[in-house]
């Protein structure tokens, strides 16, 4: 409980000598504004690839074969699920609006006729790999020729247009090559996702299959999304075979390793704000224990009237959470602006834009600016004030009466 | 001009062979030594004597900021002698103490009436609306109303010095204790200061004891109690000069 009183004369007391509680104030501002942005940005950087991450690559949850896993980057055909319509039906039974897609990856090779990209194949559903990724259309070209659709980067690599025939070459599930020379550039798919966009393409089932040579029912993968992120642990727990020959990969299992690199980025934010705000905490400490010496009489003086120590502590920290408090709360505005506008217009990377390497950071990211935030770097702002106030504070209550009424007789 | 000391009254402070000595040893200093005095309610006092007599020291002891290293200190029927805490010894000084500082010693951030009602603010003792009523007629009292939202800087010597005696008298305090209140001030306004104070003795009965240097001042006293080197070294009860001013 605060003394009204107190709090009158405190709040004046912080306004006499204007220039020294200013620059108390702004190093608390910078501390606290700084603390916001830079979290909402690390932040931000979290939730742009999480989000890039489901929206493209692995939605809520990837079911896989355990010894699919292991070779994963060469794409076997030779180790696929086995009832896949019984997985993607307890999948869609965790929540009604879960959407499943099941896909075949393969190992490809396109080209123009000059040049070959070797690539990551995707057979899939085209209506059901839609219902699970935001990918737009995927237009399906008039007449009965093969077709396909590819990632910007590949599009772009080879200057395809829609309806531009294309080669493409890979082994089918029993281990022969097979190729086709005329097959139609569909469309161009844009994610964001370096993966999708730059390694990636994309055959309709009903051509894919017989390229393939698959059977029906054949997939590698199970993928899932559900309307709530968390329904992956669920997920997790009812499809676990006891035998272990069946993984299940969270988002969060799929995201923990740019995850844990962003942990370095949080830290070495923290280190920067933390010596921001010890300077706060110099500033604080010296402006109370300035305010302490050059008002020892005053101090004095209250101590004659009947104010306890325990009072001239609170009065003296009052003064310095005052200074805190506008400064905390005009760094949380101003930080929250700052996030604010990355949060909606995104900062942009251009150099990231033309990277054709996969990279951690996506070429435009938004802030993530969360109220946990604000209240946090403003709770920090006032810590720091508060710690740093309290030997100042300390300090004026021991005074002795006497000794305080002589000062400057 | 001499009159008996008054038979009766209760007693507000008492100091029973009461002595203050800095650094003990070769180079001590007996600021006080050995002195008896009996406050009473009601009483007019003045403390004279040279520089270094030990005025200000038993003023201190008076008002609970000093202890005696001997002897015994009564305020208000209670021992304060030894064995306080800085908090109790606020607490005395908060319920019974009032304090007039020869340099006013008002709050420069607050106006005349928030010195007047901080001062009630921190006795604790009065709500709000007993204290805006307190403040007013203290600041009527001390002819100070038209001044009351001027802050210090912006008030003359005497000005202040009648702001600092409404603080001190505000929360009827059972002794007011003023240090030389009239040293900073000339002669005219010194006047009016001590008359202030008669006044305020007499029409709300409140207690002083005040130390001054000022033969003519003391004048004003109905007792008079001379120190030397710490010591008393004579008394007087009289009539004091009509208190014309104010």
């Given at each position: 409980?605060?003394?009204?009183?107190?709090?009158?004369?405190?709040?004046?007391?912080?306004?006499?000598?204007?220039?020294?509680?200013?620059?108390?104030?702004?190093?608390?501002?910078?501390?606290?504004?700084?603390?916001?942005?830079?979290?909402?940005?690390?932040?931000?950087?979290?939730?742009?690839?999480?989000?890039?991450?489901?929206?493209?690559e692995s939605?809520?949850?990837r079911v896989v074969p355990r010894d699919y896993l292991a070779e994963e980057d060469y794409q076997p055909l030779d180790k696929p699920l086995t009832d896949v319509s019984a997985l993607a039906?307890?999948?869609?039974?965790?929540?009604?609006?879960?959407?499943v897609v099941d896909r075949v990856s393969f190992a490809a090779e396109v080209g123009?006729?000059?040049?070959i990209l070797r690539c990551r194949g995707l057979v899939v559903d085209r209506?059901a790999y839609?219902?699970?990724?935001?990918?737009?259309?995927?237009?399906?070209?008039?007449?009965?020729e093969p077709y396909l659709w590819a990632?910007?980067?590949?599009?772009?690599?080879?200057?395809?247009?829609?309806?531009?025939?294309i080669f493409l070459k890979a082994k089918t599930r029993r281990g022969t090559l097979n190729a086709l020379d005329a097959v139609?550039?569909?469309?161009?798919?844009?994610?964001?996702?370096?993966l999708v966009?730059?390694y990636t393409i994309v055959l309709p089932r009903e051509i894919g299959a017989p390229f393939l040579d698959l059977p029906e029912g054949f997939a590698t993968e199970v993928l899932?999304?559900?309307?709530?992120?968390?329904?992956?642990?669920?997920?997790?727990?009812?499809?676990?075979a006891?035998?272990?020959q069946t993984v299940?990969e969270?988002?969060?299992?799929?995201?923990?390793?740019?995850?844990?690199?962003?942990?370095?980025?949080?830290?070495?934010?923290?280190?920067?704000?933390?010596?921001?705000?010890?300077?706060?905490?110099?500033?604080?400490?010296?402006?109370?224990?300035?305010?302490?010496?050059?008002?020892?009489?005053?101090?004095?003086?209250?101590?004659?009237?009947?104010?306890?120590?325990?009072?001239?502590?609170?009065?003296?920290?009052?003064?310095?959470?005052?200074?805190?408090?506008?400064?905390?709360?005009?760094?949380?505005?101003?930080?929250?602006?700052?996030?604010?506008?990355?949060?909606?217009?995104?900062?942009?990377?251009?150099?990231?834009?033309?990277?054709?390497?996969?990279?951690?950071?996506?070429?435009?990211?938004?802030?993530?600016?969360?109220?946990?935030?604000?209240?946090?770097?403003?709770?920090?702002?006032?810590?720091?004030?508060?710690?740093?106030?309290?030997?100042?504070?300390?300090?004026?209550?021991?005074?002795?009466?006497?000794?305080?009424?002589?000062?400057?007789? | 001009?001499?009159?008996?000391?008054?038979?009766?009254?209760?007693?507000?402070?008492?100091?029973?062979?009461?002595?203050?000595?800095?650094?003990?040893?070769?180079?001590?200093?007996?600021?006080?030594?050995?002195?008896?005095?009996?406050?009473?309610?009601?009483?007019?006092?003045?403390?004279?004597?040279?520089?270094?007599?030990?005025?200000?020291?038993?003023?201190?002891?008076?008002?609970?900021?000093?202890?005696?290293?001997?002897?015994?200190?009564?305020?208000?029927?209670?021992?304060?002698?030894?064995?306080?805490?800085?908090?109790?010894?606020?607490?005395?000084?908060?319920?019974?103490?009032?304090?007039?500082?020869?340099?006013?010693?008002?709050?420069?951030?607050?106006?005349?009436?928030?010195?007047?009602?901080?001062?009630?603010?921190?006795?604790?003792?009065?709500?709000?609306?007993?204290?805006?009523?307190?403040?007013?007629?203290?600041?009527?009292?001390?002819?100070?109303?038209?001044?009351?939202?001027?802050?210090?800087?912006?008030?003359?010597?005497?000005?202040?010095?009648?702001?600092?005696?409404?603080?001190?008298?505000?929360?009827?305090?059972?002794?007011?204790?003023?240090?030389?209140?009239?040293?900073?001030?000339?002669?005219?306004?010194?006047?009016?200061?001590?008359?202030?104070?008669?006044?305020?003795?007499?029409?709300?009965?409140?207690?002083?004891?005040?130390?001054?240097?000022?033969?003519?001042?003391?004048?004003?006293?109905?007792?008079?109690?001379?120190?030397?080197?710490?010591?008393?070294?004579?008394?007087?009860?009289?009539?004091?000069?009509?208190?014309?001013?104010?």
């Open positions: 409980m605060v003394d009204g009183y107190l709090f009158r004369l405190a709040v004046r007391n912080a306004l006499r000598n204007r220039r020294r509680s200013l620059f108390t104030l702004t190093s608390i501002l910078l501390g606290v504004s700084l603390f916001i942005v830079s979290r909402s940005f690390v932040d931000g950087i979290d939730a742009t690839l999480i989000a890039i991450e489901v929206d493209n939605a809520h949850v039906a307890t999948l869609s039974a965790i929540a009604p609006g879960t959407r123009d006729g000059r040049r209506d839609r219902a699970v990724f935001p990918v737009g259309d995927l237009p399906v070209p008039m007449g009965d990632g910007t980067g590949i599009a772009e690599t080879f200057r395809w247009k829609p309806g531009d025939r139609r550039f569909a469309g161009a798919i844009a994610t964001g996702h370096p966009d730059n899932a999304r559900f309307p709530e992120p968390a329904l992956a642990l669920v997920a997790e727990s009812r499809l676990e006891p035998d272990g299940v969270t988002w969060e299992e799929r995201t923990r390793d740019f995850r844990e690199v962003n942990q370095i980025r949080r830290a070495a934010f923290n280190i920067v704000v933390g010596l921001i705000l010890l300077m706060a905490a110099a500033g604080v400490a010296n402006t109370a224990l300035m305010s302490a010496i050059e008002r020892t009489r005053e101090i004095g003086t209250l101590m004659a009237l009947g104010l306890t120590p325990a009072r001239v502590r609170r009065l003296m920290t009052i003064e310095s959470l005052v200074i805190a408090f506008v400064g905390a709360a005009v760094g949380a505005l101003i930080g929250s602006l700052y996030a604010h506008h990355f949060a909606v217009h995104g900062l942009h990377f251009p150099e990231l834009e033309q990277a054709e390497a996969i990279t951690l950071v996506p070429p435009v990211l938004y802030f993530d600016l969360r109220l946990s935030t604000i209240l946090q770097g403003a709770a920090f702002g006032l810590g720091t004030a508060l710690v740093a106030a309290l030997w100042p504070a300390f300090r004026a209550s021991r005074l002795s009466p006497i000794e305080a009424l002589r000062e400057n007789d | 001009m001499h009159t008996e000391a008054p038979a009766n009254g209760d007693i507000v402070v008492r100091l029973e062979k009461a002595s203050r000595i800095y650094n003990p040893g070769e180079n001590e200093v007996r600021a006080m030594d050995a002195i008896d005095l009996e406050i009473r309610r009601g009483e007019f006092t003045a403390l004279v004597g040279p520089s270094g007599s030990g005025k200000s020291t038993l003023l201190h002891c008076l008002g609970c900021l000093d202890a005696p290293t001997a002897g015994r200190v009564t305020i208000a029927g209670q021992d304060v002698t030894q064995g306080l805490t800085a908090a109790q010894r606020g607490e005395i000084r908060n319920r019974s103490i009032g304090f007039i500082f020869q340099s006013f010693n008002l709050i420069p951030v607050l106006t005349a009436y928030e010195n007047i009602e901080f001062a009630l603010q921190i006795n604790g003792t009065l709500n709000a609306r007993q204290i805006r009523e307190r403040v007013d007629e203290m600041l009527a009292l001390l002819g100070l109303t038209a001044q009351r939202d001027r802050r210090p800087n912006q008030l003359s010597g005497g000005q202040q010095q009648r702001v600092a005696i409404g603080r001190a008298l505000a929360k009827r305090p059972a002794l007011i204790l003023a240090d030389e209140p009239t040293a900073n001030l000339d002669r005219k306004t010194s006047e009016d200061i001590i008359a202030l104070m008669r006044r305020m003795n007499e029409q709300l009965g409140a207690t002083f004891v005040f130390s001054t240097h000022d033969e003519h001042l003391m004048n004003h006293a109905r007792r008079i109690v001379r120190l030397t080197d710490g010591r008393i070294v004579n008394e007087t009860h009289h009539d004091p000069a009509p208190a014309s001013h104010g």
